[in-house]
């Protein structure tokens, strides 16, 4: 089946540095990904959603500068945390846009910026 | 506005004992309830999808209803291993056509031996 790979699964990184985050699409084409953000004990929020090819579309109150989106290809889209700070740190996750039953994630990546 | 409920927001179950996790939902337009479970520092696993009221699906201690309102998962005699966190969430469209993923807040589920 559609599996979505996410790397990596854990960062750790200072303050002021830059973190890049990839999903890939392993066996189909991703021509859009979501990229979510989830706090400790708290649900899945919706950050931005890619589209190869084309500019990312953020979700109201995340900046455009600090999460930068690239989907330069159909199996790959990456989020860069720019600039990371104490309160970026966070569970990052990535999912599939393309319908089908089930709704790939990435197994998630842990951020902790000190 | 769409939303997701889940409750209740934790439940801890002895090995054998089972129950219900209640997922309800007010949302313009459904097109699929899904849940997943999720172990910490990991993604979200798929465990079902939903479509209609009145559909049931089961995969192993698993089974999962629909209504038009609500949304049960029923675990029937847990094993520790049972333990996570189950996500609900309701896929629908926006206005303007494109897919919007709604997620409850999960329900932290601890089973114990």
């Known amino acids: 089946g559609a599996v979505v790979s996410q790397h990596p699964s854990r960062v750790i990184c200072k303050s002021g540095t830059s973190v890049k985050i990839e999903c890939r699409s392993l066996d189909f084409q991703a021509t859009t990904m979501f990229w979510y953000r989830q706090f400790p004990k708290k649900s899945l929020m919706l950050m931005a959603t890619s589209n190869e090819g084309s500019k990312a579309t953020y979700e109201q109150g995340v900046e455009k500068d600090k999460f930068l989106i690239n989907h330069a290809s159909l199996t790959l889209s990456t989020l860069t945390v720019t600039s990371a700070h104490p309160e970026d740190s966070s569970f990052y996750i990535c999912r599939s846009g393309e319908f089908n039953e089930k709704l790939f994630f990435g197994s998630g990546t842990q951020l902790s910026v000190l | 506005e769409d939303q997701v409920t889940q409750s209740p927001e934790a439940l801890r179950l002895q090995e054998g004992e089972s129950s219900s996790l209640n997922c309800s939902y007010t949302?313009?337009?459904?097109?699929?309830l899904f849940w997943y479970r999720q172990d910490p520092g990991k993604g979200p696993e798929f465990l079902f999808t939903l479509y209609s009221a009145g559909e049931e699906k089961e995969k192993e201690r698993l089974k999962a209803t629909l209504t038009k309102k609500e949304s049960f998962l029923h675990i029937t005699a847990p094993k520790p291993e049972d333990s996570a966190t189950y996500l609900c969430?309701?896929?629908?469209?926006?206005?303007?056509?494109?897919?919007?993923?709604?997620f409850g807040k999960g329900m932290k589920l601890t089973v114990n031996p």
């Open positions: 949302v313009s337009g459904l097109r699929g």
């Open positions: 969430a309701v896929q629908t469209l926006t206005q303007g056509g494109s897919e919007k993923l709604v």
